[in-house]
């Protein structure tokens, strides 16, 4: 359109125009086309450059490959082996353990949804099994009731489910998927990864101290495994697969690529230096178990608003000499499950110092928003206060969060460490064999270790 109405002024007046006027105009509107034509250009690269919802497109998500993100009215997602919050969520198979999911779902009142169960393969990849080869019993469950808040705005109802029980068993071990479903239309709301394992084999970790030159840390943990593996492993170097996971995020596997079976019945794998972990991965801390009690991160509570708004002090990068040592419980966080519990409206705020300044979108994630990044949890930089504001609505508990970036699809949540301080760093190994008569990857062994 931009170049008809150019053309078409141009032969209105082409014929008073001198041969210089001419030229002058014809330079005057290719000089309009091609700033039109940057704008759009800039218009379209701004637009890549903002996440639009689809965050399951970025490179190094917590999240493992085909896990669904729940929508924002599914709040607090818990999973755990038994009673204790604080334990991964993998039990042995065969034994008397089960595994407890808890989650809330705002603005409704006491419905019902489905349970299913997938079965997947060590790098988390679909499994080929049917459903009747890995569940015994029922293949779909249900979740019912519910205990509604006994609070003021926003209303929420609280549910619980154990499992295996009654209806759904697991058969055998391996990496799985606990899916949860709408009752009525069967549309799946949000999924989350288990473990079931069989406690087969001798597991031994060995974790190493590294200093490698690298742009922007220097302490790496280089692991190794020992396994004595079980007799009915034929072919260690063809049958095994061993995982490394770091603080939980499933989805951050790493498996071992060197490898050694020189001795007899015994199985080594570890992580070459170039694919260490970087030892000093830190967490800011919440402490919102009461907000009307509040910790020491909380600046200001306004109790009269629905829901009460919480302002925390500002966090400014590498001003803190003394990181949390280690996620309070597990990647879920601790909310509180009294009826009584409240959700709140959290203010964050970030300060970066100069030589941290970026233009690249900033995000807070954690728990509250199941590490996941989207345009809800970017953070807004205002210019009066020359920091960057972001919210989320918590319920009150214990969390650790993280301010995360993303650069050219990719997410980053290092760059904005402190990394004064060396902090104890979990690490989870996986010890996988592929069944030849299944073809299924049976999760043998489990070992989780914390450097000091």
């Given at each position: 359109?931009?170049?008809?109405?150019?053309?078409?002024?141009?032969?209105?007046?082409?014929?008073?125009?001198?041969?210089?006027?001419?030229?002058?105009?014809?330079?005057?509107?290719?000089?309009?086309?091609?700033?039109?034509?940057?704008?759009?250009?800039?218009?379209?690269?701004?637009?890549?450059?903002?996440?639009?919802?689809?965050?399951?497109?970025?490179?190094?998500?917590?999240?493992?490959?085909?896990?669904?993100?729940?929508?924002?009215?599914?709040?607090?997602?818990?999973?755990?082996?038994?009673?204790?919050?604080?334990?991964?969520?993998?039990?042995?198979?065969?034994?008397?353990?089960?595994?407890?999911?808890?989650?809330?779902?705002?603005?409704?009142?006491?419905?019902?949804?489905?349970?299913?169960?997938?079965?997947?393969?060590?790098?988390?990849?679909?499994?080929?099994?049917?459903?009747?080869?890995?569940?015994?019993?029922?293949?779909?469950?249900?979740?019912?009731?519910?205990?509604?808040?006994?609070?003021?705005?926003?209303?929420?109802?609280?549910?619980?489910?154990?499992?295996?029980?009654?209806?759904?068993?697991?058969?055998?071990?391996?990496?799985?998927?606990?899916?949860?479903?709408?009752?009525?239309?069967?549309?799946?709301?949000?999924?989350?990864?288990?473990?079931?394992?069989?406690?087969?084999?001798?597991?031994?970790?060995?974790?190493?101290?590294?200093?490698?030159?690298?742009?922007?840390?220097?302490?790496?943990?280089?692991?190794?495994?020992?396994?004595?593996?079980?007799?009915?492993?034929?072919?260690?170097?063809?049958?095994?697969?061993?995982?490394?996971?770091?603080?939980?995020?499933?989805?951050?596997?790493?498996?071992?690529?060197?490898?050694?079976?020189?001795?007899?019945?015994?199985?080594?794998?570890?992580?070459?230096?170039?694919?260490?972990?970087?030892?000093?991965?830190?967490?800011?801390?919440?402490?919102?178990?009461?907000?009307?009690?509040?910790?020491?991160?909380?600046?200001?509570?306004?109790?009269?608003?629905?829901?009460?708004?919480?302002?925390?002090?500002?966090?400014?990068?590498?001003?803190?000499?003394?990181?949390?040592?280690?996620?309070?419980?597990?990647?879920?966080?601790?909310?509180?499950?009294?009826?009584?519990?409240?959700?709140?409206?959290?203010?964050?705020?970030?300060?970066?110092?100069?030589?941290?300044?970026?233009?690249?979108?900033?995000?807070?994630?954690?728990?509250?928003?199941?590490?996941?990044?989207?345009?809800?949890?970017?953070?807004?930089?205002r210019e009066s206060t020359d920091s960057y504001i972001g919210r989320a609505v918590i319920k009150e508990g214990e969390y650790d969060y993280k301010y995360a970036l993303v650069e050219n699809g990719r997410l980053d949540d290092l760059a904005l460490d402190g990394s004064f301080a060396s902090s104890?760093?979990?690490?989870?190994?996986?010890v996988y064999f592929r069944d030849p008569e299944w073809q299924a990857d049976r999760l043998l062994q489990i070992g989780i270790n914390r450097t000091q």
């Amino acid at each position: 359109m931009v170049l008809l109405f150019l053309f078409t002024m141009e032969n209105l007046y082409y014929n008073r125009l001198s041969s210089c006027c001419i030229l002058s105009f014809r330079l005057t509107y290719l000089l309009i086309f091609l700033l039109w034509l940057s704008s759009c250009t800039r218009e379209v690269l701004n637009n890549h450059s903002v996440l639009t919802g689809k965050e399951a497109q970025l490179e190094n998500l917590p999240t493992v490959e085909g896990q669904s993100i729940p929508p924002d009215n599914i709040k607090s997602i818990q999973l755990y082996r038994g009673d204790r919050k604080s334990t991964i969520p993998a039990i042995e198979l065969g034994e008397n353990e089960f595994i407890t999911l808890r989650f809330d779902e705002l603005g409704e009142r006491g419905r019902m949804f489905r349970v299913r169960v997938q079965h997947r393969n060590a790098d988390w990849s679909p499994s080929t099994l049917m459903e009747g080869f890995y569940l015994s019993g029922h293949h779909e469950d249900l979740i019912m009731g519910g205990q509604p808040g006994n609070v003021q705005g926003p209303e929420y109802t609280h549910y619980t489910y154990r499992f295996p029980n009654e209806n759904i068993q697991i058969r055998i071990s391996g990496n799985y998927l606990l899916e949860v479903l709408d009752y009525e239309t069967s549309q799946k709301i949000f999924s989350i990864p288990f473990f079931v394992f069989e406690n087969d084999g001798q597991l031994n970790i060995n974790i190493e101290e590294l200093y490698v030159r690298e742009p922007r840390y220097f302490l790496h943990h280089q692991l190794f495994a020992r396994f004595k593996y079980p007799s009915y492993v034929l072919s260690p170097l063809m049958d095994l697969r061993i995982f490394f996971v770091q603080n939980r995020f499933w989805g951050r596997v790493r498996e071992v690529d060197v490898e050694d079976v020189a001795e007899m019945g015994v199985y080594r794998g570890y992580l070459s230096r170039p694919a260490s972990f970087i030892g000093i991965y830190e967490f800011q801390t919440l402490d919102l178990d009461r907000y009307d009690r509040p910790g020491m991160e909380i600046l200001e509570v306004r109790p009269e608003t629905i829901p009460p708004q919480v302002r925390l002090f500002r966090d400014v990068v590498n001003l803190n000499s003394n990181p949390s040592s280690f996620r309070r419980s597990s990647i879920y966080g601790n909310p509180r499950d009294e009826s009584n519990a409240r959700y709140v409206d959290v203010r964050f705020e970030l300060e970066l110092p100069w030589e941290n300044a970026t233009d690249l979108p900033i995000y807070v994630y954690g728990p509250f928003n199941n590490w996941t990044m989207n345009d809800r949890n970017r953070m807004e930089y205002r210019e009066s206060t020359d920091s960057y504001i972001g919210r989320a609505v918590i319920k009150e508990g214990e969390y650790d969060y993280k301010y995360a970036l993303v650069e050219n699809g990719r997410l980053d949540d290092l760059a904005l460490d402190g990394s004064f301080a060396s902090s104890t760093q979990e690490y989870t190994t996986l010890v996988y064999f592929r069944d030849p008569e299944w073809q299924a990857d049976r999760l043998l062994q489990i070992g989780i270790n914390r450097t000091q």
